[in-house]
């Protein structure tokens, strides 16, 4: 069955950067899209961006260009969100999300969530 | 970007009746190159990532009980449950993907 597993949560001082992992298995990793969303308390659901599966170009919502980093190692099926600069707004649970196929912004399953808090 | 604003902001229904709940986007998210409307429909349980219920506005997940349906098209969209059970209790979003991806604040669903 598809699985997305993500790496635990994260305490971070302000100004700092952290990477969150997410490993897929029961699919072929590289066939179906990847994106990041957010959700910060009592806020909505934040999209972040994506990459392509095909061609592994990845596109970065215009509220964190300049500050997220999408990368992946298709070896091990795992795919990285690093957010750098870090604020108090960024305090929020951070999802891995899969697209229906390679190009689909449909999100069929997602990531169990890996919290980040920001503090000094 | 494309704002979506839902209604109402939560919701108490009593077991076996019908729950709706509107989805209004600020623009329309209706592609007339193949006139499909980007709209998808989520459920959340506490401490669980969001379920897909609902892609093309209409379109149900498999495994999705059919007491959920949506409907719309253009810029007003609507889920409906038709005969609410306990197990529905959750908090519902929309998110249009027509471009970029953006979602409903949410509707949080209880039993009245």
């Known amino acids: 069955q598809v699985q997305l597993v993500q790496s635990g949560a994260e305490v971070k001082k302000p100004g700092a950067s952290v990477k969150v992992s997410c490993r897929a298995s029961g699919y072929i990793f590289t066939d179906y899209s990847m994106h990041w969303v957010r959700q910060a308390p009592g806020q909505k659901l934040e999209w972040m961006g994506w990459?392509?599966?095909?061609?592994?170009?990845?596109e970065y919502s215009q509220g964190f260009q300049g500050r997220v980093t999408f990368t992946r190692d298709t070896s091990a099926s795992t795919a990285y969100m690093e957010l750098s600069s870090l604020r108090s707004e960024d305090m929020a649970i951070y999802y891995c999300?899969?697209?229906?196929?390679?190009?689909?912004?449909?999100?069929?399953?997602w990531g169990q969530g890996t919290l980040v808090t920001v503090s000094s | 970007d494309i704002v979506m604003t839902q209604s109402p902001d939560s919701l108490a229904v009593s077991l076996g009746e019908r729950a709706t709940i509107n989805c209004k986007s600020s623009?329309?998210?209706?592609?007339?190159?193949?006139?499909?409307?980007?709209l998808a429909w989520f459920q959340k349980n506490p401490g669980q990532p969001p379920k897909l219920l609902i892609s093309?506005?209409?379109a149900r997940e498999s495994g999705v009980p059919d007491r959920f349906s949506g409907s719309g098209s253009g810029t007003d969209f609507t889920l409906t449950i038709s005969s609410l059970q306990a197990e529905d209790v959750a908090v519902y979003y929309c998110q249009q993907y027509y471009s970029p991806i953006t979602f409903g604040q949410g509707t949080r669903l209880e039993i009245k």
């Open positions: 623009q329309s998210i209706l592609k007339s190159s193949n006139n499909k409307n980007y």
């Open positions: 990459t392509n599966a095909g061609n592994g170009n990845t």
């Open positions: 999300v899969r697209g229906k196929d390679r190009t689909s912004w449909i999100f069929d399953y």
């Open positions: 093309w506005a209409s």
